[in-house]
């Protein structure tokens, strides 16, 4: 015998009822996904360590697009701890971001990693472009920016720093010619312009030494051919001996050169050509 | 008066006889014969005898002889400056300056020894033959000239190279005895490092010097008419060549008296006496970092100064360029060569055009190299 199932008003309802949860839990699932899968679809902002917020991380992630299409490389904010990145020590933490820039912008880039965890950041710079323009000098400057905020754990507040910070130095050397990397300005520069002004630097020497050849009348002043031999006597010859005293200078401290254009730089072991400078906070 | 003709004429065909540096002889330049001096022992006491009784022709003043007002020797005076003689070979005027002593004839070429010009205090005591012959300054000069990079070419030529004159210069040479004391404080300083400091130990010295030296035969040029830088510049002369004076050595040679006194050029004697001694003063402070003269004096011994006049043997070459006088001198004994050579600027333009592109080249591909 066929049966019929007959569903009464209040178990349509019921069901329904459920219908809604799975779809409302379902929308939850997917939302957070999406927020996770904007997060993952972070380029230039990495927070393992989630210090920023989701506002906070897609400000910073357009700030930084809008900074690669002004400047033409990337830049960076890493957040990290020690145990699902970054590691426990400072020489972890700049192999970390070093293998990632190397990794993810083998043409040049500028980073900020913050390990909150051992409260150690790191500047990273690498490629021909970003090195020309932060130099150790400037480096230090955006680092004391960076480290102003850290100090009371402003996180955000030190990444926003950093990328005000860098796009203004950015500026400037692109306003200035520092920017120039030496493919193009510094090329002709050192191909032509200095061996021209060595040359005629060089050249004017050996003229003037050629001149110099052509006078050498002088009067003589001393009659020193004429002195007869063994005839130079001095009976009196004393050296007496007065007194002592000492004096002393500090040893001087070697100190990185601060000022001017000098960058100091190092192989990571991704083998691009990084410079860089951190510290606590 | 003395028969000049018969000095210095070659026994051997009667030509004039010339003192030849190569072979520190008298030597005929006609038939090659060569005689030492001493040939002519007894000629040479006679001319010394006449002019201890001055019977030798004495020179007229261009008034007195009504001869034009240039001099014969390549020399530019005031008329009063010059003195006439006669060649006593075919009789043409010789003009001469008044300090001229030996001369060649600009007509005969012959040579010719003026006597005058060594009466009493103008006979020199010593003199120092010449040991380069023309032919050895010629290349001299023309090796000086060319290692000159920028010599204009005017210089190299055989018309100027042939104007080269053989001198001898009048100088007195200057016996002195020069005395001298200084003192000085001396530091003596030697360092070492520690962790925090470089220390620096000062042993501080009082330093007392007192000595003399003496200077033998020191020249110093007593003719106005040749540059005294000239002549220093072509020291040292070695006096240990120098003979009792003989007018022979002077035949085809010129020769000037001197016209500056030994007191005069004694100041310049003295000076370089003392700068001698001030140099040894300060050779004998050694071992110093530093040292700080406090005190110094030097001095030459008045009582103990002599000069004996001589002649000594230069070549001669005057060149105008660009209006303008270059004087070249050669040491007649050593060859040592000095003479302020122009600079050619077109010689310069180029020369230092070429240097400039050359480094340049290079430049660029060591450049290239580097970028």
């Given at each position: 015998?066929?049966?019929?199932?007959?569903?009464?008003?209040?178990?349509?309802?019921?069901?329904?009822?459920?219908?809604?949860?799975?779809?409302?839990?379902?929308?939850?699932?997917?939302?957070?996904?999406?927020?996770?899968?904007?997060?993952?679809?972070?380029?230039?902002?990495?927070?393992?360590?989630?210090?920023?917020?989701?506002?906070?991380?897609?400000?910073?992630?357009?700030?930084?697009?809008?900074?690669?299409?002004?400047?033409?490389?990337?830049?960076?904010?890493?957040?990290?701890?020690?145990?699902?990145?970054?590691?426990?020590?400072?020489?972890?933490?700049?192999?970390?971001?070093?293998?990632?820039?190397?990794?993810?912008?083998?043409?040049?880039?500028?980073?900020?990693?913050?390990?909150?965890?051992?409260?150690?950041?790191?500047?990273?710079?690498?490629?021909d472009t970003p090195l020309a323009i932060y130099t150790d000098s400037r480096q230090q400057d955006l680092g004391d920016e960076v480290r102003s905020?850290?100090?009371?754990?402003?996180?955000?507040?030190?990444?926003?720093?950093?990328?005000?910070?860098?796009?203004?130095?950015?500026?400037?050397?692109?306003?200035?010619?520092?920017?120039?990397?030496?493919?193009?300005?510094?090329?002709?520069?050192?191909?032509?312009?200095?061996?021209?002004?060595?040359?005629?630097?060089?050249?004017?020497?050996?003229?003037?030494?050629?001149?110099?050849?052509?006078?050498?009348?002088?009067?003589?002043?001393?009659?020193?051919?004429?002195?007869?031999?063994?005839?130079?006597?001095?009976?009196?010859?004393?050296?007496?001996?007065?007194?002592?005293?000492?004096?002393?200078?500090?040893?001087?401290?070697?100190?990185?050169?601060?000022?001017?254009?000098?960058?100091?730089?190092?192989?990571?072991?991704?083998?691009?050509?990084?410079?860089?400078?951190?510290?606590?906070? | 008066?003395?028969?000049?003709?018969?000095?210095?004429?070659?026994?051997?065909?009667?030509?004039?006889?010339?003192?030849?540096?190569?072979?520190?002889?008298?030597?005929?330049?006609?038939?090659?014969?060569?005689?030492?001096?001493?040939?002519?022992?007894?000629?040479?006491?006679?001319?010394?005898?006449?002019?201890?009784?001055?019977?030798?022709?004495?020179?007229?003043?261009?008034?007195?002889?009504?001869?034009?007002?240039?001099?014969?020797?390549?020399?530019?005076?005031?008329?009063?400056?010059?003195?006439?003689?006669?060649?006593?070979?075919?009789?043409?005027?010789?003009?001469?300056?008044?300090?001229?002593?030996?001369?060649?004839?600009?007509?005969?070429?012959?040579?010719?020894?003026?006597?005058?010009?060594?009466?009493?205090?103008?006979?020199?005591?010593?003199?120092?033959?010449?040991?380069?012959?023309?032919?050895?300054?010629?290349?001299?000069?023309?090796?000086?000239?060319?290692?000159?990079?920028?010599?204009?070419?005017?210089?190299?030529?055989?018309?100027?190279?042939?104007?080269?004159?053989?001198?001898?210069?009048?100088?007195?040479?200057?016996?002195?005895?020069?005395?001298?004391?200084?003192?000085?404080?001396?530091?003596?300083?030697?360092?070492?490092?520690?962790?925090?400091?470089?220390?620096?130990?000062?042993?501080?010295?009082?330093?007392?010097?007192?000595?003399?030296?003496?200077?033998?035969?020191?020249?110093?040029?007593?003719?106005?008419?040749?540059?005294?830088?000239?002549?220093?510049?072509?020291?040292?002369?070695?006096?240990?060549?120098?003979?009792?004076?003989?007018?022979?050595?002077?035949?085809?040679?010129?020769?000037?008296?001197?016209?500056?006194?030994?007191?005069?050029?004694?100041?310049?004697?003295?000076?370089?006496?003392?700068?001698?001694?001030?140099?040894?003063?300060?050779?004998?402070?050694?071992?110093?970092?530093?040292?700080?003269?406090?005190?110094?004096?030097?001095?030459?011994?008045?009582?103990?100064?002599?000069?004996?006049?001589?002649?000594?043997?230069?070549?001669?070459?005057?060149?105008?360029?660009?209006?303008?006088?270059?004087?070249?001198?050669?040491?007649?004994?050593?060859?040592?060569?000095?003479?302020?050579?122009?600079?050619?600027?077109?010689?310069?333009?180029?020369?230092?055009?070429?240097?400039?592109?050359?480094?340049?080249?290079?430049?660029?591909?060591?450049?290239?190299?580097?970028?």
């Open positions: 015998m066929k049966k019929t199932l007959i569903f009464s008003r209040k178990s349509i309802l019921r069901i329904q009822k459920r219908q809604c949860l799975v779809v409302f839990l379902a929308f939850l699932l997917f939302s957070a996904a999406g927020i996770h899968a904007v997060s993952a679809a972070s380029r230039y902002v990495q927070d393992a360590d989630g210090q920023f917020g989701s506002d906070e991380e897609e400000h910073l992630e357009q700030e930084c697009e809008a900074f690669r299409e002004a400047h033409g490389f990337d830049i960076y904010i890493l957040t990290v701890n020690s145990e699902e990145a970054g590691g426990s020590t400072e020489q972890d933490s700049r192999d970390y971001v070093e293998a990632f820039t190397d990794e993810h912008a083998p043409s040049g880039a500028v980073a900020l990693l913050i390990n909150m965890d051992i409260r150690y950041y790191y500047i990273d710079v690498t490629g905020y850290l100090s009371s754990s402003d996180t955000d507040g030190a990444a926003e720093a950093f990328l005000s910070e860098a796009g203004a130095v950015a500026s400037y050397a692109e306003n200035h010619g520092d920017s120039e990397s030496g493919e193009d300005g510094q090329h002709t520069v050192g191909i032509f312009v200095i061996p021209a002004v060595i040359a005629a630097i060089v050249s004017l020497i050996i003229l003037g030494v050629m001149a110099g050849m052509h006078h050498q009348k002088k009067e003589a002043r001393d009659a020193s051919a004429y002195v007869t031999k063994n005839s130079v006597s001095f009976p009196v010859r004393q050296d007496v001996f007065i007194s002592q005293y000492e004096t002393r200078v500090p040893v001087a401290q070697d100190r990185n050169s601060s000022g001017g254009p000098h960058i100091s730089t190092h192989t990571s072991s991704g083998g691009g050509t990084h410079s860089g400078s951190g510290g606590h906070f | 008066m003395a028969d000049e003709e018969k000095i210095w004429k070659c026994p051997s065909c009667g030509g004039y006889l010339q003192w030849s540096p190569s072979d520190q002889k008298l030597k005929c330049p006609w038939c090659g014969s060569v005689y030492d001096p001493s040939y002519f022992e007894n000629q040479e006491k006679q001319a010394d005898q006449d002019v201890r009784d001055q019977d030798y022709q004495k020179g007229e003043t261009t008034e007195e002889a009504g001869a034009s007002e240039k001099s014969t020797d390549d020399t530019d005076y005031r008329p009063e400056d010059l003195r006439v003689y006669r060649c006593q070979n075919c009789g043409a005027e010789i003009i001469t300056d008044k300090t001229t002593a030996a001369t060649t004839c600009a007509y005969c070429g012959s040579p010719v020894v003026l006597m005058e010009q060594f009466d009493t205090e103008f006979r020199p005591r010593w003199v120092v033959p010449f040991r380069i012959d023309r032919n050895q300054v010629a290349d001299l000069y023309k090796k000086y000239v060319k290692s000159r990079p920028l010599t204009p070419g005017a210089f190299m030529r055989d018309a100027v190279i042939s104007k080269i004159k053989g001198v001898y210069i009048p100088f007195w040479l200057y016996d002195l005895e020069t005395e001298g004391r200084a003192e000085a404080r001396g530091e003596r300083c030697h360092t070492f490092t520690d962790d925090r400091y470089i220390h620096t130990i000062h042993q501080v010295f009082a330093i007392r010097r007192e000595g003399k030296l003496d200077i033998r035969e020191l020249p110093v040029d007593s003719s106005s008419k040749t540059p005294d830088d000239a002549m220093d510049s072509i020291e040292p002369f070695n006096m240990n060549d120098r003979v009792p004076f003989r007018l022979s050595y002077l035949t085809g040679f010129y020769a000037e008296r001197y016209d500056v006194g030994a007191e005069e050029c004694s100041r310049r004697a003295v000076r370089r006496a003392e700068q001698s001694m001030h140099e040894e003063i300060m050779k004998s402070i050694a071992g110093y970092t530093s040292v700080q003269i406090l005190n110094e004096q030097e001095r030459c011994l008045p009582e103990k100064m002599s000069a004996d006049y001589a002649l000594l043997p230069v070549y001669l070459l005057s060149v105008q360029y660009s209006g303008k006088n270059y004087l070249f001198a050669i040491n007649g004994q050593t060859g040592r060569i000095v003479g302020d050579v122009p600079v050619s600027p077109a010689r310069a333009a180029g020369k230092t055009a070429v240097i400039f592109a050359i480094l340049y080249v290079i430049g660029i591909l060591i450049a290239m190299l580097l970028f």
